[in-house]
Nanobody
Framework: QVQLVESGGGLVQAGGSLRLSCAASVRTSGRTFSNYAMGWFRQAPGKERDFVAGIDWSGQRTDYADSVKGRFVISRDNAKKTAYLQMNSLKPEDTAVYYC????????????????WGQGTQVTVSS
């Protein structure tokens, strides 16, 4: 199994920045953090969980939702077993609970392709 813990959320004014972290503990024998593609998703009240950004096992390929492209940057540090989401130029519509996920398949925008999820971290952007 993989345990994921998000951190870094909080309250920020529109136009500000936050950096989210997702620390992973891989408990499955024979596997490491680098075996997993990682993704960030978010869920606002009354809405479904939406794809935000994804990154492959090596960090060489990334993917972004159109709504965050050019503002958010996903990255990973396999030595630290951590994925990150740098969020810049934040807007009130970015307000949501942000979740990180891990999967053994290719980088994906589909939430059901992810095998493990963290508990989420709240991001609130005021206007």
């Amino acid at each position: 199994q993989v345990q994921l813990v998000e951190s870094g959320g909080g309250l920020v004014q529109a136009g500000g920045s936050l950096r989210l972290s997702c620390a992973a503990s891989v408990r499955t024998s024979g596997r490491t953090f680098s075996n997993y593609a990682m993704g960030w998703f978010r869920q606002a009240p009354g809405k479904e969980r939406d794809f935000v950004a994804g990154i492959d096992w090596s960090g060489q390929r990334t993917d972004y939702a159109d709504s965050v492209k050019g503002r958010f940057v996903i990255s990973r540090d396999n030595a630290k077993k951590t994925a990150y989401l740098q969020m810049n130029s934040l807007k009130p519509e970015d307000t949501a609970v942000y979740y990180c996920g891990a999967n053994l398949a290719v980088m994906s925008r589909r939430s059901n392709n992810y095998d493990y999820w963290g508990q989420g971290t709240q991001v609130t952007v005021s206007s």
